[in-house]
């Protein structure tokens, strides 16, 4: 018998001995938070967590989108002295006095002088897809989902879906 047709056939007797299989569920959340500062981060983890249990999955996915170009969501360890060295990162890399065209109004009408928010939430990105295992997100010892404020002051929204048995 071949591996394919043996594979079926297990499927097969399954069904035919009713045993009832997981419901596939699809859950949606909008998470808002305001921002005090104009780069902030916030550990978003246990509020996300918590999504993930009303939701009722207890195997699946979360994906998480943040719904703003000037934010970012990304994993990483939530340490004072590492937090601080993160916001000095992107100061570097990214130089908010930098000439951009985006802050220039000959060619754009940003008010907001936010061009350096874009640059930095363009390179952590806007979305995350985490593992669900035992109806929490599954995490390292030392991880944290990370809410990224680059433009703030701000009313900010990050769309949670989860979806599973």
């Given at each position: ?13 399954t ?45 699946g ?9 000037t ?12 937090l ?5 990162f ?42 669900v ?33």
């Amino acid at each position: 018998m071949s591996p394919v047709k043996a594979m079926t056939e297990v499927a097969d007797a399954t069904a035919d001995q009713n045993v009832p299989s997981p419901q596939y569920k699809v859950y949606n959340r909008i998470i808002d938070w305001i921002s005090k500062e104009r780069m902030e981060l916030a550990n978003v983890t246990d509020r996300i967590n918590e999504v993930v249990r009303k939701s009722g999955v207890k195997d699946g996915i979360v994906h998480l989108q943040t719904l703003h170009t000037t934010t970012a969501v990304f994993i990483n360890e939530w340490q004072d002295a590492l937090l601080h060295d993160v916001k000095v990162f992107f100061e570097k890399v990214v130089d908010r006095e930098e000439y951009y065209r985006h802050n220039d109004p000959e060619f754009s009408d940003c008010e907001r002088q936010n061009a350096d928010a874009h640059m930095r939430g363009m390179l952590m990105g806007q979305t995350l897809c985490l593992q669900v295992r035992n109806a929490t997100v599954l995490l390292g010892t030392w991880q944290s989902i990370i809410l990224a404020e680059f433009d703030g002051p701000r009313n900010r929204t990050l769309a949670v879906q989860v979806s599973g048995v």
